[in-house]
């Protein structure tokens, strides 16, 4: 499959499912390969339009006419309330009618739908997992709470003679009768919201299908639904029993003691639906249509391969050298930094508190700059660290390589602990390539993304290391006033990578002196693709979403204001 189709999986011929797809009908619409193209269009009932896969779903898909069946209805007739075609307009039938564009009121439709979309997803549905969490943290402190009354009756029978063993077990039998309808009461509560929670997500799989699609009826038909799960199930409040002494052996039976009755009640108030005022959003900042070179600096290095951040007016840089440098934005040296072991860097990242790391691939060490003193903060065997960033946690993301440069994984370290290893797909495939250039970067989101090179994908996993995307890049696109028809020269090998305050991924194209803007799920925005960029390598951008260019063969750093 050419590779600029598509950022995602192999798509299949809808026909045959078996060939990969070259081809789209924007009418049908269905994925077609080559083979198959002629037999879908032998249907000359319909006006078909089988286009390039790249250029799919570039028309909308509008309902043919009831009337003219050679024609596509791109109109509503509000008296009659159906679809219109152009001769319909005209037509002495719909004479004085009033009409609407049916991509208007179908925009106007997703809107809303998107609307519900994101309150089922990010109030209704978070709610409930909220209220899933409850339940099952209430379901989990059963047996202690019931070991723990077990124990106190127990406890109190030891102190009677054996003549009341009998009434003791008898209220052992109690306790577990009355555990297991507390656990049953639960259980069915538990499956109940479950079920709630599974309907709303399937609606907000079907609103996020319609927002895909390109055709009108399946948008206008589409039914809201959010209202029936806006009313929050009642809260089932089971109360333990106690058990109550009675130290008056006079009569075993009676005073032995007993436990009380479990309360079983539902709450209508007892949960809180989420406000999406609740969820926190960095405010929108929209790309420039015209991207700014403010500054560059020459690091004095023959190659540079790095640049991090340690405020808005100061970088870090490494190069081929044992030296590492701290420049401020007027190109001026402020401190430098030789390596422990006299080694080149492979690295460099800013902690959150401000402290300069780097790997060591000689030592297979990862170091740590405090007050212009070097620590060892990780020593591996068997593996070798590479490249590294540090997470808004403080943690550190270490990418590392096998001896035998067979294999690769990202390590997260808290200190000098190893807390998370991720290296493989669902499926116990290996995520990332062997070897080779692999810079990683923490996204807003707290997405873990690393710009393999060797495999030329950009690797996206989720904070638990659950793969997302693979973006492998894009077709040619003509990106406005400033941008040009982008013809590439070579194949997508992504480098440096960074990520900014809307969680957008951007990755430094080396071979083709450019970088790609991605949104957090991996979709293509555009290129930056001026300034003189050549050779681009590391990334990083500032507090301020300035982005800092390191070009390797140059040994400058560029900052270039693109939003």
């Known amino acids: 499959m050419d590779p600029r189709l598509s950022a995602q999986d192999i798509i299949r011929c809808t026909v045959c499912k078996d060939k990969i797809v070259q ?12 083979d198959c193209v002629g037999e879908h269009i032998s249907d000359v009932s319909k006006k078909h339009d089988v286009v390039p896969l790249a250029l799919r779903r570039s028309k909308l898909v509008y309902p043919l006419c009831q009337t003219h069946s050679e024609e596509n209805c791109e109109m509503l007739c509000e008296d009659c309330n159906i679809p219109a075609c152009p001769k319909c307009v005209i037509s002495p039938t719909h004479k004085r009618h009033h009409f609407k564009s049916l991509k208007d009121l179908m925009n106007s439709k997703k809107e809303n739908i998107e ?15 909220e209220i899933v969490t409850d339940i099952e943290t209430r379901l989990a402190e059963i047996d202690g709470k019931y070991e723990k009354l077990t124990l106190e009756v127990t406890k109190h029978g030891e102190e009677w003679h054996r003549e009341i063993d009998k009434v003791i077990e ?52 589409y039914e809201i639904k959010s209202e029936k799960f806006t009313k929050l199930p009642s809260k089932l409040i089971v109360k333990f029993p106690e058990f109550t002494e009675n130290n008056n052996r006079d009569q075993c039976s009676q005073l032995f003691g007993s436990l009380s009755s479990l309360s079983i009640t539902t709450k209508e108030d007892g949960y809180t639906m989420k406000t999406p005022e609740a969820v926190s959003c960095p405010p929108v ?36 050298d044992k030296i590492m440098k701290l420049y401020n934005l007027q190109a001026k040296l402020l401190k430098s930094i030789q390596s422990k072991s006299g080694n080149v860097p492979r690295d460099i990242a800013v902690t959150r508190t401000g402290d300069l790391v780097y790997t060591d691939r000689d030592t297979r060490t990862v170091n740590i700059v405090k007050n212009d003193q070097i620590q060892e903060v990780i020593r591996l065997q068997g593996w070798v660290p590479l490249y590294i960033c540090s997470t808004s946690s403080g943690d550190l993301l270490v990418i590392m390589v096998s001896d035998d440069n067979k ?24 995520l990332y390539s062997s070897g080779g250039l692999k810079y990683i970067s923490e996204n807003r989101n707290l997405d873990i993304c690393v710009a393999d090179y060797k495999a030329s994908a950009v690797v996206v996993v989720n904070q638990a290391g659950k793969l997302r995307f693979r973006y492998i890049g894009h077709p040619s696109t003509f ?26 991924i951007l990755t430094a194209d080396r071979d083709n002196d450019c970088i790609h803007i991605l949104d ?3 979709q293509f925005l555009r290129y930056i693709d001026i300034c003189g960029l050549q050779r681009l390598w590391g990334l990083c951008v500032d507090t301020r979403d300035n982005l800092f260019v390191a070009e390797h063969d140059g040994g400058r750093v560029k900052k270039i204001k693109y939003m």
Not at 295 to 302: E, F, S, V
Not at 415 to 424: C, L, N
Request: glycine share 4%; hydrophobic share 25%.
């Open 23 to 34: 081809m789209y009908c924007n009418l049908c619409p269905m994925n077609l390969c080559k």
């Open 115 to 129: 609307k519900e979309r994101k309150r089922l997803k990010e109030t209704v549905y978070s709610t409930f997992e």
């Open 170 to 221: 008898k209220n052992k039998e109690d306790i577990n009768d009355k555990k297991n309808q507390h656990r049953d009461a639960l259980n069915q509560h538990l499956n109940d919201i479950k079920k709630l929670a599974a309907d709303i997500r399937q609606s907000i799989l079907e609103t996020e299908d319609i927002l895909q699609s390109k055709e009108v009826i399946k948008s206008l038909s």
């Open 285 to 320: 900042k929209p790309l420039l249509n015209e991207p700014e070179l403010i500054t560059t600096i020459d690091t004095g290095y023959d190659k540079v391969y790095s640049v991090t951040c340690l405020s808005d007016e100061e970088i870090w840089t490494h190069g081929k």
């Open 407 to 430: 294999q690769s994984k990202v390590v997260r370290y808290s200190g000098s602990t190893e807390k998370q290893t991720i290296q493989f797909d669902s499926e116990s495939k290996p």
């Open 479 to 504: 990106m406005g006033s400033f941008y040009h028809f982008f013809f590439k020269k070579e194949s997508f090998y992504p480098c440096g990578i960074t990520t900014d305050s809307q969680s957008q």
């Open 520 to 522: 957090q799920d991996g």
